[in-house]
């Protein structure tokens, strides 16, 4: 879509046009100056969610005690992985909730290395998320510093050249393992043919899909994918440190081994035999007793993207990151700010970001500014991004506009040279 002008009209004309617009009243929002722009992040709380918790605390946990296991919650990884399947096209049985994304990634990156042990070779890509690298680095160290980390360069550090992977991946790659929407640029690789590229060579690919699930569509088996993982506290709007998920195509599960062997994962726990045999199929990959209360709050989030459904969601979040780059465009281009993202919707994930000399300060300003300013909450990620995450199922265009013009009234105004630029824990 073109826009033609930075009226605040359009934003209130495309707002009356969503369909999806009433999904964002099922979300707690009691700010109404606060626009949040970091559901890529950490998603809003469904309201649901609240009333739901309620009962699990009192009813099922206060009350039925121990007794809930049977009633209530030994089933919930995989009835809420079936779930998630539905959103990243898997089937039922080859998606599981458990641990966090860090962990699932090393059980998977394992599993898969041992499953081809003739090759030493591992593809990642330079600007991978951290804990990624580590997890991959940490596995190498561990298997006697034998196998070798390759990356994709990237030659302006936002997006990745297919010729760049096609020349990476070759034939003594064990395992290519990426993050399909990256979490600065916000790249997103076409699923279809890298995963070809890793099959071809005979690797087997594993995608982290934190900033794609509840954002982008996945189709994981129309890709013939073997492993992936992924977030559920971000646009799947699950809550802080919400466990994370897995897939592993059916094929492959009575192949794999996972590394971490614990008696959730054996064939019964329940009849604490000495000697440990995996579980069939997908709960092979559970380790411990999983975290109820989080699990719980998983399932009205999950549910709402469900009935918003996909396609929809995609469909307005390339509306609205479109809209903000075009803003960007007008505002904030000619105030020193750089696009750091693919321009081509289709090579983009559902955040934006804008790199500044001055980022850090601006960022800060944006999310503390006293009243009557409004807030905008973003995040800032090093050395100078502010990412500004769409979330479709409850940002606004208006809350887009706004942002904008803040951000621009920001830098105009010289407004940030009011804040410091230490740094809290958590940026
Ligand atoms: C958010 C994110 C994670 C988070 O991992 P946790 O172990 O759940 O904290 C991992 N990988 C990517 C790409 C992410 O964006």
């Not at 013939?224 to 802080?240: I, Q």
Request: proline share 6%; charged share 25%; with cysteine.
């Amino acid at each position: 879509m073109q826009f033609k002008s930075t009226d605040i009209g359009i934003a209130h004309k495309l707002d009356k046009q969503d369909e999806l617009a009433p999904f964002r009243n099922e979300f707690v929002i009691n700010e109404p100056d606060v626009i949040y722009l970091n559901g890529n992040s950490l998603g809003r709380l469904p309201k649901h969610t609240v009333d739901l918790m309620q009962n699990v605390i009192k009813h099922e946990w206060g009350e039925r005690l121990v007794r809930s296991w049977n009633e209530e919650w030994i089933n919930l990884p995989t009835q809420l992985g079936a779930k998630i399947a539905k959103l990243i096209g898997a089937r039922h049985d080859e998606v599981l909730v458990t641990d966090a994304t860090s962990i699932n990634l090393f059980k998977c990156a394992l599993a898969a290395l041992h499953a081809r042990k003739d090759r030493l070779k591992i593809v990642s890509d330079i600007f991978n998320f951290p804990s990624d690298m580590y997890i991959l680095q940490g596995i190498i160290d561990l298997l006697g510093k034998r196998h070798q980390l390759e990356l994709i360069p990237s030659a302006d550090n936002t997006t990745i050249a297919s010729s760049d992977i096609a020349s990476t991946i070759d034939n003594k790659t064990a395992l290519v393992c990426l993050t399909h929407v990256a979490f600065k640029s916000s790249f997103m690789y076409d699923m279809v043919s890298v995963t070809e590229m890793a099959h071809k060579a005979g690797a087997l690919m594993l995608w982290d899909l934190s900033h794609s699930v509840g954002a982008v569509p996945v189709d994981l088996n129309s890709c013939n994918v073997d492993l992936a993982v992924g977030s559920t506290y971000k646009y799947l709007n699950g809550g802080p440190g919400a466990p994370a998920f897995l897939y592993v195509r059916r094929e492959l599960q009575e192949k794999l081994n996972q590394p971490i062997r614990g008696w959730f994962g054996s064939k019964e726990p329940f009849a604490f035999e000495k000697k440990f045999t995996p579980a069939s199929g997908i709960s092979r990959f559970k380790i411990g007793t999983p975290p109820i209360l989080s699990m719980k709050a998983l399932e009205p989030a999950i549910d709402l993207i469900i009935k918003a459904k996909m396609e929809r969601l995609r469909a307005k979040s390339i509306l609205q990151t479109e809209y903000l780059i075009y803003l960007a465009k007008q505002w904030l281009i000619p105030l020193d700010f750089t696009i750091k993202s693919p321009l081509k919707p289709e090579s983009r994930g559902s955040h934006v970001s804008l790199s500044h000399p001055e980022a850090y300060r601006i960022n800060r300003a944006l999310i503390d500014s006293p009243p009557p300013a409004i807030k905008v909450i973003t995040d800032f990620r090093e050395p100078d991004n502010i990412r500004l995450g769409v979330a479709p199922i409850y940002t606004t265009f208006t809350e887009i506009y706004k942002a904008l013009n803040r951000m621009k009234t920001v830098v105009e105004e010289k407004i940030y040279k009011q804040y410091s630029t230490d740094k809290p824990a958590v940026t």
